[in-house]
């Protein structure tokens, strides 16, 4: 007698199961609209959930298993059978398990769907690379090994030039002066002072006064 309770017990929920069953709509499709089969975090991603055509303007629900509540819930555009749920910055933590389910209107009733397939979402870790910024050059920084060398010979061949010559122009002035005092020298011992007449003739202007002049 215990026995044929428990088989019509079981009969029974097997009947309940198929009657629920059919009750429900074919079920969506749910897939990735990812150019990247790699995620990484803040990326933003695309799940597309996908009804049968003849199930327009129906409402979409996107689940994460082992979540009861839908993460959310977009209504199809006018003569769409199809919506697209957007994940912003997503972190490893949104990787996981998803499926889609949708509803139509019945009246004043809606008629769900079965759930889609899961769809595996695997979110790796950032693979932006934080580098040291790079140390600037300090202020006392040394250039290369050769620029002070060159520097200095540039600076030492000029230093000598404008020596060379400052004492070339000193040597000609000096020997200028040297043949003018040779010449006056010359002159006075020559010709001696000048006598009374020539003072009468010349009294102020005398050889000796005219290279004085120069």
């Not at 803040?42 to 994460?64: E, H, T």
């Not at 003569?79 to 509803?103: M, P, W």
């Amino acid at each position: 007698m215990l026995h044929k309770t428990m088989d019509l017990k079981i009969l029974f929920l097997l009947l309940a199961g198929s009657l629920v069953a059919s009750s429900l709509l074919p079920s969506p499709l749910i897939f990735l609209d990812v150019l990247s089969d790699i995620l990484n975090e803040g990326d933003s991603i695309k799940i597309v959930c996908l009804a049968p055509r003849q199930y327009k303007d129906a409402l979409f629900y996107l689940f994460k298993v082992s979540h009861g509540e839908p993460l959310q819930v977009v209504h199809a555009a006018e003569a769409q059978h199809q919506v697209i749920f957007l994940l912003e910055n997503i972190t490893r933590s949104d990787g996981g398990q998803y499926k889609c389910q949708f509803g139509v209107y019945n009246g004043s009733a809606l008629k769900p769907s079965g759930f889609s397939n899961p769809l595996e979402i695997t979110v790796e870790a950032s693979s932006l690379t934080t580098f040291p910024p790079t140390a600037q050059p300090r202020s006392d920084s040394k250039g290369p090994f050769w620029v002070l060398p060159v520097v200095l010979s540039v600076v030492g061949v000029l230093l000598l030039a404008v020596i060379l010559l400052v004492a070339a122009v000193a040597l000609r002035r000096f020997k200028e002066r040297r043949k003018k005092q040779r010449v006056l020298d010359s002159c006075w011992t020559e010709t001696g002072y000048p006598t009374t007449g020539m003072l009468n003739r010349h009294p102020l202007i005398t050889p000796c006064t005219l290279l004085q002049w120069k």
